[in-house]
């Protein structure tokens, strides 16, 4: 049992780092609102990591696929690679935190702000 234990807490540690990593290459080449939603996914693929650390296999393998897919993305150089965008990443991940029972953790398109949320009526 502590074998396991080890492992889970192992792999969390690698899968997170994957993740950071791969988010530190992204903010050199993106900007804005690509970026914004690139920190938004890689915190929520954090937390899925942690949150599941203790969870059933699949549940452990649904967020190691949703993080190995916002990993591997690929930008496209010519024809011959496909393009991941962010957006397709976002979905996936998405699709893993509604499943996994966490749609809190979900990412939405646009971040709502303070500024931006209606105000609520009085009545």
Same mark, same amino acid.
Do not use: H, I
């Given at each position: 049992m502590a074998v396991e234990e080890r492992n889970s807490g192992s792999n969390c540690d690698v899968l997170i780092r994957k993740v950071d990593s791969h988010v530190a290459t992204l903010r050199a080449g993106l900007h804005g609102a690509?970026?914004? $939603?690139?920190?938004?996914?890689?915190?929520?693929?954090?937390? +899925? *990591?942690? *949150?599941? @650390? %203790?969870a059933s296999a699949a549940d452990r393998a649904q967020v190691r696929v949703a993080v190995h897919y916002f990993v591997l993305r690929r930008e496209s150089r010519g024809r011959l690679l496909s393009v991941?965008? $962010?957006?397709?990443? %976002?979905? +996936?991940?998405?699709?893993? @935190?509604?499943?996994?029972?966490?749609?809190?953790?979900?990412?939405?398109?646009?971040?709502?702000?303070?500024?931006?949320?209606?105000?609520?009526?009085?009545?």
């Open positions: 690509d970026l914004e $939603l690139a920190e938004r996914l890689a915190g929520c693929l954090r937390e +899925l *990591v942690l *949150v599941t @650390a %203790q991941r965008s $962010l957006a397709a990443a %976002q979905r +996936l991940v998405n699709k893993a @935190a509604g499943r996994l029972g966490r749609p809190d953790l979900m990412v939405e398109s646009r971040p709502v702000r303070d500024a931006d949320a209606p105000s609520p009526s009085r009545t």
